[in-house]
């Protein structure tokens, strides 16, 4: 049987990629049995579409970054 901390982190992986079958039975059967480990992958689910949504948000110019702060930024960034 899988451990929670192993669940979350399957979890995790099942929105990048497919997970085996196997693999898959074994978290379902888990998830049946553990409410909190239910709630963590619907709360997972639910901010996956809540940050995919986020792209759609139109922000008022006053929330943009301004071009200097934006060249501020690239220049941190390509320092690292």
């Keep these: 049987m899988l451990t929670c901390r192993e669940?979350?982190?399957l979890i995790s992986d099942s929105l990048e990629h497919?997970?085996?079958m196997s693999i898959r039975f074994k978290m379902r059967l888990h998830l049946v049995m553990c409410k909190n480990c239910r709630t963590y992958?619907?709360?997972v689910h639910i901010m996956r579409d809540i940050a995919k949504?986020?792209?759609d948000i139109q922000l008022p110019e006053t929330a943009k970054l301004s071009d200097e702060i934006k060249a501020r930024l690239?220049?941190?960034i390509a320092e690292r």
């Design 41 to 43: 992958e619907m709360n």
């Design 74 to 76: 690239e220049k941190i």
């Design 7 to 9: 669940v979350s982190r």
């Design 53 to 55: 949504n986020l792209s």
């Design 18 to 20: 497919k997970l085996p």
